[in-house]
């Protein structure tokens, strides 16, 4: 059976915008560790992680480069926790915080992964590709580079190496709307599919992702799924600091959730980007919830009837 464990990760040094460090306390808030034991599920909660008093030194050769040291700090932070869940044989569900998180969850996913003998793939439900470097990123928001990281591109001095790089075919952006010049043109050097929203449009949500999972399921693979406030339209989650017209509607990211859970592949996750400050009454927050709960069990039949907040 599977077992969440509950992991408050409140990064906010990956962006400029403050608030995402309220992530963690919007989720409990919003009622994620009732619906998770209303499914049936054996719900740990450790509580949020804190970083220390005293930062690492270092250094960027890219001025842009924004709140390094804490960064670091939290990567290394989430990848222990992360790691220690999924010894343990839990579910680790990160609640952000902001995508600089995954820097850590990933790395903790793919340290565990590498040591069970068994690929790690990773979905990014994204309006952003999140493919640069501390090298080519021009904002220097570090939240923007986690998927690079990932995929083991040069350009992380100073970042603890990546256990287990994933190879791109491997790694699936799902939603894509936003994706700066240098990304694109490292992407177009890869093999990492994009299904941005075109392809969304295009193929519906279900052919694209069930030709993922079944790759994950084919290699008996692991499989890491990142999900970000953005991947949805900012019309229904206006809580996030990077709205991105054109994102996936409340049916869609359902049928997303319903099915990555039915294939019962999910062994780690990231709830990413909630700016508490910036949602209307909770409403992001409780969505995010909703979601969560599609991806763990619930059924679009067992949601009672609510108020539109």
Not at 63 to 74: E, H, I, M, N, Y
Not at 166 to 173: H, S, T
Not at 192 to 212: Q, S, Y
Request: glycine residues 10%; charged residues 20%.
């Amino acid at each position: 059976m599977t077992r969440p464990v509950l992991i408050g990760a409140p990064v906010d040094s990956g962006q400029r915008q403050p608030g995402c460090l309220m992530g963690p306390a919007a989720y409990r808030v919003a009622g994620i560790g009732g619906l998770l034991q209303s499914l049936g599920l054996s719900v740990t909660d450790r509580g949020d992680l804190a970083l220390p008093a005293m930062l690492p030194e270092t250094g960027c050769s890219n001025p842009a480069v924004d709140q390094l040291a804490a960064t670091l700090a939290w990567t290394a932070l989430i990848r222990d926790a992360v790691g220690q869940a999924l010894d343990q044989g839990g579910m680790p569900v990160v609640l952000g915080g902001d995508h600089a998180l995954a820097l850590g969850s990933v790395a903790g996913a793919a340290d565990h992964a590498a040591r069970a003998g068994r690929p790690l793939f990773l979905l990014w439900l994204d309006a952003h590709s999140d493919f640069h470097t501390p090298l080519s990123t021009t904002s220097g928001n570090l939240h923007g580079t986690p998927v690079a990281y990932a995929a083991g591109r040069a350009g992380f001095d100073g970042f603890p190496p990546f256990p287990a790089p994933i190879p791109a075919d491997r790694i699936c952006l799902f939603g894509i709307r936003s994706v700066d010049p240098a990304e694109h043109r490292a992407l177009e050097e890869s093999d990492i599919a994009v299904n941005d929203m075109r392809v969304l449009d295009e193929r519906g949500i279900t052919a694209p992702l069930t030709e993922f999972l079944h790759r994950v399921r084919d290699a008996d693979g692991m499989l890491h799924v990142s999900l970000d406030v953005d991947f949805l339209d900012p019309a229904i989650a206006p809580a996030v600091g990077t709205t991105v017209p054109g994102g996936a509607t409340f049916r869609e990211a359902h049928l997303a959730c319903e099915l990555i859970h039915e294939t019962g592949l999910m062994t780690s996750l990231d709830l990413v980007e909630l700016n508490p400050f910036l949602d209307d009454r909770g409403r992001t927050a409780k969505l995010m919830v909703d979601l969560t709960g599609s991806l763990m069990g619930r059924k679009v039949f067992d949601r009672p009837t609510r108020s539109f907040t």
